[in-house]
């Protein structure tokens, strides 16, 4: 549960979760043993807004940047304009930069200390992104971090590491597979995964 961004965010790191987060646990718990929701279908639920509504916006802003080189220049300019006007706008998305995947760079996303996440582009984040071992890990050693997530850089790549926060979000623009030249921008967003635009992953080149 990613934990309510009101407060000052330079707190250290909580090792139970916030209230709100207990009282939904709390919640769940009593509907269960009453027999009122089945937790499978709360995961099922859950699974489909971080993997397949989410990221859906997320994935129609980068195809739309890789089909219209103008929408592209304004997005890298003013982040936040160009999504808000595309309907992308709202809580823990106020403040949205987007950085862009190049031969020479590729870009990731974290937040050091805690979830702090695009939710209007890409849904609420999913555990990995929340936990310990990642938020610690994406600074000391990306590298090793992509390599476990099958991210394969070029040689000549650097890594950027993007610290999330209350006052900035980040969506990582991957780079555009080849062979797409033809695609509708439409058939170019299925090929945009949520881990591409958190920078663990890169876009998928069209099937073969
Ligand atoms: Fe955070």
Not at 166 to 181: I, K, S
């Amino acid at each position: 549960m990613p934990h309510d961004h009101d407060h000052d965010h330079h707190h250290a790191h909580a090792v139970l979760p916030s209230e709100p987060a207990l009282r939904v646990k709390a919640l769940e718990t009593l509907l269960t043993e009453k027999g009122l929701v089945d937790p499978a279908a709360l995961d099922a639920i859950i699974d489909t807004y971080q993997n397949k509504i989410g990221p859906k916006n997320g994935a129609e802003v980068v195809a739309r940047a890789w089909a219209d080189p103008a929408f592209k220049a304004a997005l890298l300019a003013d982040g936040t304009a160009a999504v808000s006007e595309m309907g992308f706008y709202g809580r823990q998305g106020e403040h949205v930069m987007v950085v862009e995947n190049t031969p020479e760079v590729h870009n990731m996303v974290v937040c050091t200390l805690c979830s702090c996440y695009p939710w209007p582009l890409l849904g609420i984040p999913p555990a990995w992104y929340k936990s310990d071992a990642y938020r610690a890990r994406a600074v000391r050693e990306p590298r090793e971090v992509l390599a476990e997530f099958g991210v394969t850089l070029l040689p000549t790549q650097k890594v950027r590491v993007w610290d999330s926060t209350a006052e900035m979000r980040y969506l990582v623009l991957p780079m555009r597979p080849e062979g797409t030249e033809g695609l509708s921008a439409e058939d170019l967003a299925t090929l945009v995964s949520r881990d591409s635009m958190v920078g663990t992953g890169l876009a998928q080149g069209p099937a073969t």
